[in-house]
């Protein structure tokens, strides 16, 4: 007499509960790589916003100074400047104990390095409190990407960056494999791309602001944001950028 065959999971539940198992983990953790991506794009564009969000939102420029910036200080009467979140806290999100501890842009402002990790909705009632006053110029979303940002989306630029010399810490050769394949369209295997921007080369003397921008773009403009790769590659594109010419 011949036995009938059933599936394997029919003669061994066990069997059925880890594959079921098995295959919601695989789910779950593809899920999570989806969130997480989408989650980058929130950061990016929190980053934009930290940058010079009303280019962002298209809105028109700021006339009058920001409440909270000190009316002895280089950028005051200039609106446009010291509403910008970077005027006051930094390209390396540390305000006054980081780069623009002196210099034209310093303010004597903290920076939001002290608001790592914090709950997004606590960064967003100070966006919106009379001293940063941003509750009637962003939408809600925009508040939420920029509170995200804060939170969430500041790099350690000192892993990045050597804050004595401002030399990048990366590969110029494995940047310049970057620089060619991504860059180079709009601006260049020269760097001298458009004509109306400073040559990379030059920029270089800012590179917290090169790092920021590669990793979040221009407001405005159609650049990539480089933030959900390794951030290492932001590094070495910027090590092969120090070696682009600093003139037309």
Known sequence: MKLPVFPLSHRFPTVKRLTTLGLATTFLAVSSLAVAAEQESSLARGGLLYDK??????AAKPTA??????????SAGKASANWRCK??????????AGAYSSGSHFSGIKGIDG???????????????????YGDKL????LS?????????QIDMDRYIDRASKQPKGDAARGAAYFNTVCAHCHGEDGLQPKEMVPFGKQMGNPWEVMHKI??????EKMP???????????DIMAHMATLPQKR
């Open 65 to 74: 100074d920001h409440p909270a910036y000190p009316k002895d200080k280089k």
């Open 115 to 133: 608001m790592q990790g914090a709950d997004p909705a606590k960064v967003v009632a100070l966006l919106k409190d009379p001293v940063h006053g």
């Open 139 to 142: 939408s809600a979303e925009d």
């Open 53 to 58: 969000w009303f280019k962002v939102v298209g």
């Open 215 to 220: 990793m979040n773009g221009q407001p405005d």
């Open 225 to 235: 944001a480089l933030r959900a790769f390794d951030h290492q590659i932001a590094a």
């Open 145 to 153: 990407a920029l509170a995200l940002f804060v939170s969430q989306g």
């Open 87 to 96: 005027e006051c806290h930094g390209w390396d999100y540390r305000g006054a």
